[in-house]
């Protein structure tokens, strides 16, 4: 049974561009949300998708955008990037089925912006 | 959800139980403690979460004091990979919040295991 997947694992920004990390989620979960860490800080919730809608969103300017497909699995875009976008950014799936419902995470994707 | 105070380090000796203490005063009746770890670099690893009783699974066990303003998590025979970020998160079930079930991480607690 394979876990939550992310790709790409590392990726090297410039300033301004714009990009696309991907998460395929738990087997079994329909539910997919997604973190960013800085460097040396706990995950920050960015937001959350539920059949294919944004269902809760975190303190993060529009830049930050989602989508979750009809499988899904989700995208997180991050336009017009800054330096401070560098970050690991973590998705992590859950089975909405009530109270304790649990995330369970991926391994990440490292952005780097220069 | 409650905000949680942790201590910012602990060392523990190899093979000896690790006990993380983590405080949550304002935590509210509907309120879960959950308890992830992290590895330098990795995603957050589940590993337990509670309401009001004591919880045990394979990785760990949870104390929630009968008030549940504190709680700890007990690693009975701790190894060097358990080295890692420990993160204590109090959160309303998503049946409460319409369906939203976000983790706020605090800075944690750095377990150093060593021989």
């Not at chain 1, 919730?45 to 975190?58: A, D, K, L, N």
């Not at chain 2, 308890?35 to 330098?40: L, N, T």
């Amino acid at each position: 049974d394979a876990g939550v997947t992310q790709s790409p694992t590392h990726l090297i920004k410039t300033r301004g561009q714009q990009v696309t990390l991907r998460c395929s989620p738990k087997s079994g979960h329909d539910t997919v949300s997604w973190y960013q860490q800085a460097l040396g800080q706990g995950p920050q919730f960015i937001f959350q998708y539920y059949e294919e809608e944004e269902r809760q969103r975190g303190n993060f300017p529009d830049r930050f955008s989602g989508h979750q497909f009809p499988n899904y699995s989700s995208e997180l875009n991050v336009n017009a990037l800054l330096l401070g976008d560098s970050a690991l950014y973590l998705c992590a799936s859950s089975l909405l089925q009530g109270a304790g419902e649990t995330q369970y995470f991926g391994p990440g994707t490292r952005l780097l912006v220069l | 959800d409650a905000k949680t105070t942790q201590p910012t380090s602990m060392d523990c000796a190899e093979g000896r139980a690790a006990n993380l203490p983590c405080n949550h005063s304002t935590i509210s009746g509907n309120e879960y403690v959950y308890w992830y770890r992290q590895i330098h670099s990795q995603g957050p690893q589940y590993i337990i979460h509670g309401l009001k009783n004591n919880e045990t699974n394979e990785m760990a066990s949870l104390i929630i004091t009968e008030d549940r303003k504190s709680s700890t998590l007990i690693l009975p025979h701790a190894t060097l990979r358990d080295t890692a970020v420990y993160y204590c998160i109090v959160r309303v079930a998503a049946i409460l919040t319409g369906g939203g079930n976000k983790l706020t991480f605090g800075t944690g607690t750095q377990l150093k295991v060593e021989l």
